[in-house]
């Protein structure tokens, strides 16, 4: 069965600085990946997706992600935090052979805090 | 486009009580998927539409939880007899055929 784990519940920087975000999947054959944003007592906002091609994907907002398959990765970074990024961000995977369909499978997610 | 959108935003009801709630998927947007968020945690997969069929439903959906989308446009989601183990956010989403998932607000629902 596929899983998502997102290392790190409460991740902390300084605005301006680096944002890395860890995911890895477990699936014995790659998934579809995605990561989503959740900002407080709204939906979800898809930041951006891996499905084929090249693996590192540009999203919204300057965040990017490289799917690394040796590593069963798929890190979110920006260069340069701003506080407006303070947020939930979720990690979520989707069977690449679900038969024209892509439940997602989430990460418990990880909050970002981002300070002055 | 106007997005996914969801009623009511909040619910509190008794244990015990009959809940409905509503999703409005983005128009044309043949692909509905539910899923249930609780506090600190990922949302999870409870149920997938294709068009009115309703083709897959988790373990996690008892059988006091039905799902209907009558004629592949709206869709509801009634739990019956609530416990307070329902309480949690109740997410909708909606796709055409590309992989994005495009989700709406949520109702909350808090059972007292």
Redesign the interface.
């Known amino acids: 069965a596929q899983s998502v784990t997102q290392l790190g519940s409460h991740v902390s920087v300084s605005e301006g600085a680096l944002v890395l975000l860890r995911c890895n999947y477990s699936s014995s054959v790659p998934p579809y990946l995605f990561w989503y944003v959740q900002y407080p007592n709204q939906g979800l906002q898809l930041l951006l997706k891996y499905t084929t091609g090249a693996t590192l994907v540009k999203g919204i907002n300057g965040f990017e992600a490289e799917f690394k398959k040796s590593e069963t990765s798929f890190h979110l970074t920006k260069p340069s935090a701003h506080m407006s990024d303070a947020a939930e961000y979720f990690c979520a995977v989707s069977d690449r052979f679900s038969g024209g369909y892509n439940k997602l499978i989430f990460g418990a997610g990880t909050r970002l805090a981002v300070h002055p | 486009d106007t997005g996914?959108s969801?009623n009511p935003r909040h619910k509190i009801t008794k244990r015990g009580q009959n809940v409905t709630f509503r999703c409005d998927p983005i128009s044309e947007h043949n692909?509905l998927?539910w899923?249930r968020q609780t506090l600190?945690?990922?949302?999870?997969?409870l149920t997938?539409f294709?068009n009115e069929a309703q083709?897959?439903k988790s373990r996690l959906l008892s059988d006091r939880f039905s799902a209907e989308r009558p004629k592949g446009s709206f869709s509801t989601l009634e739990i019956q007899r609530t416990e307070q183990g329902d309480s949690a956010m109740y997410?909708c989403?909606s796709?055409s055929l590309t992989?994005?998932?495009?989700?709406?607000?949520?109702t909350?629902l808090t059972v007292t």
């Open positions: 996914v969801q692909r998927y899923y600190g945690q990922g949302p999870e997969f997938y294709q083709l897959e997410l989403a796709s992989y994005e998932q495009y989700f709406g607000p949520g909350r």
